[in-house]
């Protein structure tokens, strides 16, 4: 009965602490996302072990880009969101970006990123069903973008 | 001031913002042969009230003076409302900025 009442009242806990938290910094709390090396590392730092389906999320970016120093990339996704990552293999760490959705949050985001290199983005979205959508998109780069 | 361009407007039931935010963005690999700290935005916020509309912890990757464009939905926005930007750096500064929501009667 003890046991019982107290895995209640954790889960009581859990399901609380997202609706109270208004901000939540991923640098702070998965630092190791953003030290990794590859795609991979980065999205086991940030999600943990996770299956990827596909589903109702589009990037745009240009597939040539002329200046690697600031690549626009657009997200959309119909889909009721958590958050969602930017990743890219051709610069030395490979997180970009971890959005957090809002309640009121309408995913159509667009920021703009630097590539040193052609490479491939792979976004990540974390959906409020617990399934993960991932979709990529491999551009080239004319003049690298990671001098500064 | 100076620090961020931000516009935000209500078209029919949806916010639209656009935020520049004014910063070098210097990758460590970049800041290593300038001899120079690295300095990026590592996380921005967007406030209109007590209402968060959009939130990003970012990294050293995205390009210098980064554009953020965003939308979320446009209920309880009532005129005169700011949206309020505030960014945070590597190097611990904070930056916050407002402006006042427009198309809104």
């Given at each position: 009965m003890e046991r019982r009442k107290f895995l209640g009242l954790g889960l009581a806990a859990v399901a609380?602490?997202?609706?109270?938290?208004?901000?939540?910094?991923?640098?702070?709390e998965k630092p190791d996302a953003f030290t990794a090396h590859n795609v991979a590392d980065a999205i086991k730092g940030l999600y943990g072990d996770i299956?990827?389906?596909?589903?109702?999320?589009?990037?745009k970016a240009p597939k040539i880009a002329s200046n690697g120093g600031a690549i626009p990339v657009t997200i959309k996704s119909g889909l009721d969101l958590k958050s969602i990552a930017i990743f890219q293999d051709a610069n030395p760490e490979s997180a970009v970006v971890v959005f957090t959705i809002p309640a009121t949050g309408i995913v159509n985001y667009m920021t703009k990123i630097k590539m040193q290199g052609s490479g491939e983005i792979t976004v990540i979205a974390e959906g409020k069903d617990g399934k993960f959508y991932k979709t990529s998109q491999k551009l080239e780069v004319a003049l690298g973008g990671c001098e500064g | 001031m100076g620090n961020m361009k931000i516009k935000a407007k209500v078209k029919g039931d949806t916010l639209k913002c656009k935020v520049q935010a004014t910063h070098i963005m210097l990758p460590y690999n970049a800041a290593k042969k300038k001899g120079v700290d690295a300095n990026f935005?590592?996380?921005i916020v967007g406030k209109v009230g007590d209402t968060v509309v959009y939130e990003a912890s970012t990294s050293q990757f995205l390009s210098k003076n980064p554009i953020f464009k965003f939308e979320a939905k446009a209920e309880g926005i009532k005129k005169g409302d700011k949206l309020e930007m505030t960014w945070t750096d590597l190097s611990g500064k904070t930056v916050t900025e407002a402006k006042k929501v427009k198309g809104l009667k």
């Open positions: 609380l602490v997202p609706a109270s938290l208004s901000a939540v910094d991923f640098r702070k299956k990827t389906v596909d589903g109702d999320i589009t990037v | 935005i590592t996380h």
